[in-house]
């Protein structure tokens, strides 16, 4: 083989030279961004968890909190089978009648001093509200005497509440709101506080509760102290299964028990600890092995001990006025990892290279020739071929995969937070509908030419109902030049005034001097902001009312988000008049498009990505309560999404955070928008599956390895070209013909190694390939591979005995049809015919013996893998029949002539062998009286019907599997099989 010269060796060593580099440097720039980007984000991972926790620590060292995680403590111990899947259940109707019974309100409390906590009041009610059942302790005993009203008033409490759930989770009111009315709650009703004293305890008109949460209420008695106020109510699809309301005062509350309980809510991961420091010790400090976070305890916490601090003498300030919270996390085990792995890295890097340039040294001078077979040189170039690409492809693999869940973390964030925005365009889109609502009532009353006085007769037009009035309105006041105000609710029903709006359009329709009379100002014009609880100045005031525009306020005192606009409209008759047109966007009917998504397309608030699947909901909220409208209705009971509400509330800003476990991670985001009511809460979880690895592995991975790959082809096949790619080139051709049926071809000797022995094979094989192709033409493919099984001397023999069933068959008249037709359509009837045929024989396991003209004679052998031979000869008979006909009725379509057969079957012994000339041709073929005997049932044919007879030997072998009738004495006629 020709010896590789100078400048090939330098053009091999600098390919090599740069496929070895190429990879080293790739790896360790993947490995130091690697170990950097770690770094980076173990620090950013550290610096999230450290917040989440703390801003849970913070939330649990409020009283109100503390007092909730204890009652929920409770309620888990005494009422197990109450939990907050119940709303997804269908219970019995009886169901929670042995739970909410007249031992429960002891139940509770004696739990809840178990766990130090004491109660003034406990107060439930048994299923469908029926009855109630209470425990009063001795001093709210002394101070209220009218007890039975009590109840009724907190049964209606919570019948309000749980009813109001009710609707707002199943989108229906409750049955028995509508028809068979509990009278318990009717007379309740009907109770007019003021006459009662317990009406002052507590300012109980504002302990109007929430389920499962904790109203934090002050009041003049006990102590001037406040009282925690919780409730429950069991709900489901079915009815309205009991509730509860525990009152706890604040002396029960002890500082130290919300502190320990604080302090035990460790997270994995992360240390919490109460620590004496300084008063600038706040924020993160950085230690050696991680980071510490230090926050005050909240202000609720310290009104709380300032209080227990007077109420019990005992408890002076001391060390506790300096209490910090310090949360301790440290950076991931993976780092040192990391840094280990690429420094062991950057030490094999260099001693790759070293090895590599002594060899390039020692090829660049002495060359390099292998002097092995070629075997072992293609199991070299082979294994260069799979080793180096699984290395490199292994490799990478498990380095990017090592990197990857920050790549995953991004995606899921940006997947995550575009849903949020998606959401939030849909949210702009559906007040933009508001907005349009109060245009289209200014466009229809500008257009009016009427003296009609009532608006909706004035808005009303052919084949509209006004539904898009009622969906997008709360209320509407609506301001006359002659000084009238008409108030009507978002259902066009007359209303109450609502002195402060009235008010407020009165005076800005007379600022406008639009106001056709003349009054002097009274109190309720100049003092009406004044009503509320903050004094709003007359710019305030403006900011407020905006001419055809919308605003919207959070209004203190009702704790009620709304929006409005204000329109000035003047009419064809040139009146004028001033509309205030207000949505208010608590109000469920605003989001209805929400509750048809979730009702008809519930997937629409789940997706799936190649990152992870992102859920999201909205709730709306009230003031400082999260309201249990929600979409869907799975979001009221998510953990997720209940935190991520919380906490867009308690911020009231938009953003996202990571939390993470021991194998994935989840992104919350939220989004919070002054003047909203609406909440947009999205939840991405990573996938766990491999997809996202296979998606992340092709997304990053094969630029790379293409590149890459292409490089190290031409190396490798620059040496495989050197040794093996000739030899094979010159085989290759020598297939190409042989795959082409060129039978026969021959190449020439050129390589002494083993190519010459495939050499030698090759052309003995082209040469037997030739022969065989010439034997086909004129025996079956069935007789040759007998030949072939047999060995050289039975073949030599003059033959053997043999037990065979032969079928003969002929064409009726065909010396007549070969006298009428010409030659070419008699060949290719026959052609067709003999096609059909074989088809048929060998269907079912028969051996064609030999053409004779016309006629077919084929031989069937015993195999006891088949079914018995008589057997299958008679159903190639009948097949061949079926063939015939369906070779006729395409003849005849054709406008060719038909042509009929008949078959004889008959079995006996035979001898086959070898027959023929010892030194010229030979035939392998059967003889025997067999043969004539199914020659003469075949000529008889022409007088059964169904033209197949059968010996009454072959019957008696085929025996029940046949069906066959008398023809004559040494025949049957064949009729089924």
């Known amino acids: 083989m020709k010896a590789i010269g100078r400048t090939d060796r330098f053009t091999l060593l600098l390919t090599g030279f740069i496929v070895l580099v190429i990879p080293l440097w790739f790896f360790n720039s993947l490995l130091k961004t690697s170990l950097q980007r770690a770094r980076e984000s173990s620090l950013g991972q550290l610096r999230e968890g450290l917040l989440q926790t703390a801003e849970q620590v913070r939330r649990a060292m409020t009283p109100a909190e503390y007092v909730k995680e204890v009652v929920q403590e409770v309620h888990r111990e005494v009422l197990p089978r109450f939990t907050p899947d119940l709303i997804k259940m269908q219970p019995d109707l009886d169901f929670g009648k042995d739970d909410f019974d007249s031992d429960l309100p002891l139940k509770l409390l004696r739990a809840l001093q178990k766990r130090g906590l004491d109660a003034i009041l406990v107060h ?57 009315f509990p009278a318990y709650v009717g007379r309740a009703f009907q109770i007019q506080r003021y ?79 109460s620590v004496r420091s300084g008063d600038d010790a706040s924020g993160f400090i950085n230690t050696s092995d991680g980071v510490d976070y230090y926050l005050k305890a909240p202000s609720e916490f310290w009104s709380h001990f300032q209080f227990a601090g007077n109420a019990n003498l005992s408890a002076g300030k001391g060390r506790n006025a300096s209490l910090t919270i310090r949360i301790s996390g440290q950076y991931q085990p993976v780092i040192k990892a990391l840094a280990a792995k690429y420094l062991l890295f950057r030490l094999a890097s260099a001693i790759i290279l070293i090895f590599y340039s002594a060899f390039a040294f020692h090829f660049w001078l002495f060359g390099f020739s292998l002097q092995l077979s070629s075997r072992r040189k293609l199991a070299i170039i082979l294994g260069l071929i799979v080793i180096l690409p699984i290395i490199g492809v292994g490799a990478l693999t498990f380095l990017s995969l090592q990197a990857s869940e920050r790549v995953f973390e991004s995606h899921l964030v940006q997947q995550t937070v575009n849903r949020v925005r998606e959401v939030e365009l849909l949210n702009e889109e559906n007040l933009l509908r508001q907005m349009a609502a109060g245009l289209e009532v200014k466009r229809r009353l500008e257009a009016d030419a009427s003296d009609e006085k009532y608006l909706f007769k004035i808005l009303k037009r052919p084949g509209d109902d006004l539904k898009w009035f009622t ?38 329709l007379d600022s406008l001097a639009l106001l056709k009379i003349t009054r002097k100002s009274n109190f309720s014009r100049t003092m009406t902001l004044g009503m509320m609880e903050n004094y709003i100045t007359p710019e305030q005031e403006e900011a407020w009312v905006v001419h ?73 909220y009230k003031g400082t309560d999260l309201l249990m409208f929600a979409w869907p209705v799975d ?66 991975l094969f630029p790379v390895l293409l590149g890459y790959a292409v490089l190290l082809l031409y190396f490798i096949t620059s040496i495989i070209a050197e040794f093996i790619n000739g030899p094979v080139r010159i085989i290759n051709k020598g297939v190409d013909a042989l795959n082409n049926e060129n039978y026969g071809v021959m190449i020439a000797n050129f390589s002494e190694d083993e190519f010459a022995k495939v050499t030698r094979a090759f052309n003995e094989m082209s040469n037997a390939l030739k022969q065989r192709e010439m034997i086909k033409r004129y025996v079956s493919g069935a007789l040759i591979r007998q030949v072939q099984t047999a060995s050289t001397e039975a073949i030599s023999n003059e033959g053997r005995m043999v ?24 060949v290719d009837m026959l052609n067709s015919y003999f096609t059909s045929m074989e088809e048929a024989i060998t269907l079912y396991g028969g051996t064609i013996d030999k053409y004779i003209g016309d006629a077919v004679m084929a031989v069937f052998y015993d195999d006891p893998t088949l079914e018995n031979s008589v057997t299958r000869a008679c159903r190639a008979a009948f097949c061949m029949r079926q063939k015939l006909a ?43 009286k067999v043969i004539e005997q199914a020659a003469e049932l075949e000529a008889l044919t022409s007088q059964s019907e169904s033209k197949i007879l059968l010996s009454l030997n072959a019957a008696q072998e085929a025996g029940s599997n046949v069906t066959c009738r008398d023809f004559n004495a040494t025949a049957l006629e064949l009729l089924h099989v």
């Open 124 to 180: 439930v009610n048994t299923p469908e509200f029926e009855e109630s059942r209470s425990w009063y302790s001795d001093e709210l005993a002394r101070q209220c005497e009218e007890r039975e009203f009590l109840d009724m008033d907190l049964t209606f409490m919570n019948y309000s509440i749980a009813s109001n759930l009710y609707q707002q989770l199943y989108q229906r009111v409750w049955p028995r709101s509508i028809a068979n």
């Open 195 to 273: 006459k009662y004293t317990y009406a002052y305890l507590s300012r109980f008109s504002e302990m109007f509760g929430a389920h499962d949460r904790v109203i934090e209420v002050f009041t003049d008695y006990f102590g001037q102290q406040s009282v925690f106020c919780y409730s429950y109510c069991a709900i489901s699809a079915v009815t309205l299964h009991g509730a509860y309301t525990v009152v706890i005062p604040q002396k029960s509350v002890r500082p130290a028990a919300i502190l320990d309980r604080a302090l035990a809510d460790n997270r994995p991961g992360f240390k919490i600890s």
């Open 471 to 508: 969906n997008w309105t709360a209320a509407m006041v609506e301001a006359h030049e002659d000084g009238r105000i008409d108030n009507y609710s978002g259902f066009m029903l007359a209303a109450s005034p609502n002195r402060v709006i009235d008010s407020l359009v009165d005076k800005y």
């Open 548 to 620: 055809e525009s919308t605003v919207q306020r959070e209004i203190t005192h009702s704790a009620a988000t709304g929006k409005a606009i204000l329109l000035v409209v003047r009419d064809t008759k040139g009146r004028y008049r001033l509309l205030y047109h207000r949505v208010l966007n608590s109000d469920e009917h605003v989001y209805r498009y929400l509750s048809r998504k979730a009702n008809n397309d519930p997937a629409w608030f789940f997706r799936r990505g190649r990152y992870g699947d992102v859920a999201f909901a909205v709730r709306l």
């Open 635 to 700: 979001a009221l009971t998510s953990p997720e999404m209940i935190a991520n509400f919380a906490r867009a509330l308690s911020t009231r800003d938009s953003g996202y955070s990571v939390v993470r476990s021991s194998n994935d991670f989840e992104v919350r985001a939220w989004r919070y928008k002054k003047g909203e009511s609406a909440i947009i809460s999205a939840v991405g979880r990573s996938n766990s599956s491999n997809f996202a690895l296979v998606g992340l592995a092709a997304d990053m």
């Open 803 to 826: 037990k065979i069933v032969v079928l003969a068959s002929d064409i009726r008249g065909f010396t007549s049809i070969s006298e009428k037709y010409s030659p070419a359509e008699v």
């Open 886 to 928: 369906q070779l006729n009725a395409e003849r005849r379509r054709q406008g060719l002539f038909p042509i009929e057969n008949g078959i004889g079957i008959d079995s006996g012994m035979a001898i086959s062998g070898s027959i023929g000339s010892e030194n010229g041709r030979k035939d392998f073929t059967v003889t025997g």
